[in-house]
């Protein structure tokens, strides 16, 4: 799901580059910016949360047990200055380490997650070369890049090196999807929005589809990567007519109150992503305090609680990476895009 939200995000903004004529490295910039500060932040959060779990143990105990690195999981006290540099250059997904059987296993030692930002980043840097080929960019990343990848993977090329090519299909079927919608591909969409018949069909056959799915999964079913993908993709898909519905329900005064949860949900999504493996050994040892472990209620609370948490965190330290520009430089580039995004793009979408 990561990747394919990436590969539908990552190529939406490089296409709003190519849009505003900006270079290639103010792209690349504006995404490094994004990732790499909030990362550094989590990675601070990350190794101080056994210290903090011991603390509140110790207000119930009466005895405070600094925490030890026999555990694989706090590996991270035991690094050299040379593994922090791997570790904060996401380097260390291509560093062979000892008893590592996968990517994840690299950065089990401080926090899995990791890994997929190692990719995340060299996804980047393959957009941003094909920057260079500006209005024709897509298609090269879509046909050169996957071809490429394609073949590699066929000559054996291992998961286990770092590289991002065995992931890369996950990713250019988001590279796809934004491809779709910004054409207007959709069940419903706007070439069929006088087809009821058709506006209909599309719930129908994502439910049919989600519950088929969820079923075969239930009864032993293990999709591969790629498939899952494709079901995903597929899925963000079928919905795609129904954002305007979905939008103005939203804005609705009755109605409101039910959708700020997920919007405030999908604003902390990268926080969130970064902190919950390790934030929730943090939130259960609140939780417990107060509900049985193994029931329902545990369960629900310490997410509840671990998005609670991750809000605060993201305005503080997310939050002010999000936007690069000042008000006024954004106001100057909407101006711009107005005037020239029809000359440049015929087919680029509305700036709604």
Request: charged share 15%; net charge positive; with cysteine.
């Amino acid at each position: 799901m990561f990747f394919v939200i990436s590969g539908y995000c990552i190529t939406a903004s490089a296409r709003s580059t190519i849009r505003r004529e900006e270079k290639t490295s103010r792209f690349l910039y504006r995404r490094l910016r994004r990732i790499y500060p909030p990362f550094w932040i989590s990675i601070i959060i990350v190794a101080s949360v056994p210290f903090l779990t011991e603390l509140i143990s110790s207000v119930k105990t009466g005895s405070y047990t600094p925490p030890t690195s026999l555990g694989n999981n706090l590996g991270y006290l035991n690094y050299t200055v040379f593994e922090w540099i791997r570790l904060t250059t996401l380097t260390q997904v291509f560093w062979p380490v000892e008893n590592a059987n996968s990517l994840q296993a690299k950065f089990t030692t401080i926090n899995a997650v990791y890994w997929t930002l190692a990719i995340e980043v060299q996804f980047y840097l393959v957009v941003a070369l094909s920057l260079s080929l500006s209005r024709r960019f897509l298609y090269s990343l879509l046909l050169v890049v996957t071809v490429s990848c394609l073949i590699l993977s066929s000559l054996g090329i291992s998961a286990k090196t770092g590289l991002f090519i065995p992931y890369w299909q996950m990713f250019a079927i988001g590279v796809l999807l934004c491809f779709a919608m910004e054409k207007g591909w959709s069940l419903g969409g706007s070439k069929l929005q006088s087809t009821k018949f058709i506006r209909t069909l599309s719930p129908l056959i994502l439910i049919i589809g989600v519950v088929t799915f969820i079923v075969r999964c239930l009864n032993g079913y293990e999709p591969s990567w790629i498939l899952f993908s494709v079901f995903f993709a597929s899925s963000l898909w079928l919905v795609k007519p129904y954002d305007e519905t979905l939008k103005k329900l939203s804005e609705n005064r009755y109605l409101k109150s039910l959708f700020t949860p997920l919007i405030c949900l999908g604003a902390i999504s990268y926080t969130l992503y970064l902190l919950h493996d390790r934030l929730q050994f943090l939130t259960a040892q609140l939780v417990r305090q107060v509900f049985e472990i193994n029931s329902i209620i545990y369960d629900m609370s310490v997410t509840l609680v671990t998005c609670i948490l991750c809000w605060p965190i993201y305005l503080l330290f997310e939050a002010p990476f999000v936007k690069s520009k000042s008000s006024n430089e954004r106001n100057s580039t909407l101006s711009q895009e107005a005037s020239c995004s029809d000359e440049i793009y015929p087919e680029a979408p509305s700036k709604s």
